[in-house]
T-cell receptor, first 114, second 115 residues
Framework: AQSVTQLDSHVSVSEGTPVLLRCNYS??????LFWYVQHPNKGLQLLLK??????LVKGINGFEAEFKKSETSFHLTKPSAHMSDAAEYFC????????????FGAGTILRVKS | GAGVSQSPSNKVTEKGKDVELRCDPI?????LYWYRQSLGQGLEFLIY????????KSGLPSDRFSAERTGGSVSTLTIQRTQQEDSAVYLC?????????????FGPGTRLTVT
């Protein structure tokens, strides 16, 4: 069965410093992987997705993630954190018939200190 | 264009009552999904509709939960005889199709509180 593990439930960084949110996946076949962000009282928004093309994926707001099959990882990074990045981030893998289900990680809450 | 809309945004109900939650997907999107977000369980898949195919109900937690999609557009999630553990945010999403890696667009959710 497909699953994702987000290694940190909370991450705290200072504004202007790099962000690293860690995700490991488990899949019996080549997965599609996503990162979604959820700001307080807002809906889920897609940050970026990997679908077996380039292993380094660039998303919105300066975020990027690298698919590493050998490490079964899909970590999310950003070179310089901004206060507006404070939110909850979800690593997601597709599962089920035709990839119709999204399996979510437990989420990582990112706090950005001024 | 308009995104996925859900109504009501908040619903408070008494234990044992039935509730209906509505989802209007993005126009033209053939696939529609329901998820549940709760403190104890995180984000869970509930059910999926794709065109005229039989829905994938594998995520529904009990037979008190059901969903339908009329005319390939609007969907209603019904919870019968609500229990306190049903309290959660119910999220609807839609996508152009069911192809692997297709982006799902989420609505703002309905926050259900069962008292």
């Amino acid at each position: 069965a497909q699953s994702v593990t987000q290694l940190d439930s909370h991450v705290s960084v200072s504004e202007g410093t790099p962000v690293l949110l860690r995700c490991n996946y488990s899949s019996s076949y080549s997965p599609s992987l996503f990162w979604y962000v959820q700001h307080p009282n807002k809906g889920l928004q897609l940050l970026l997705k990997y679908t077996s093309a380039a292993t380094l994926v660039k998303g919105i707001n300066g975020f990027e993630a690298e698919f590493k099959k050998s490490e079964t990882s899909f970590h999310l990074t950003k070179p310089s954190a901004h206060m507006s990045d404070a939110a909850e981030y979800f690593c997601v893998v597709t599962a089920g018939r035709e990839g119709n289900k999204l399996v979510f990680g437990a989420g990582t809450i990112l706090r950005v200190k001024s | 264009g308009a995104g996925v809309s859900q109504s009501p945004s908040n619903k408070v109900t008494e234990k044992g009552k039935d509730v209906e939650l509505r989802c209007d997907p993005i126009s033209g999107h053939t696939a529609l999904y329901w998820y549940r977000q709760s403190l104890g369980q995180g984000l869970e898949f509930l059910i999926y509709f794709q065109g005229n195919s039989a829905p994938d109900k594998s995520g529904l937690p009990s037979d008190r939960f059901s969903a339908e999609r009329t005319g390939g557009s609007v969907s209603t999630l019904t919870i019968q005889r609500t229990q306190q553990e049903d309290s959660a945010v119910y999220l609807c999403a839609s996508s152009l199709g069911a192809a692997w890696g297709g982006e799902q667009y989420f609505g703002p959710g309905t926050r259900l509180t069962v008292t």
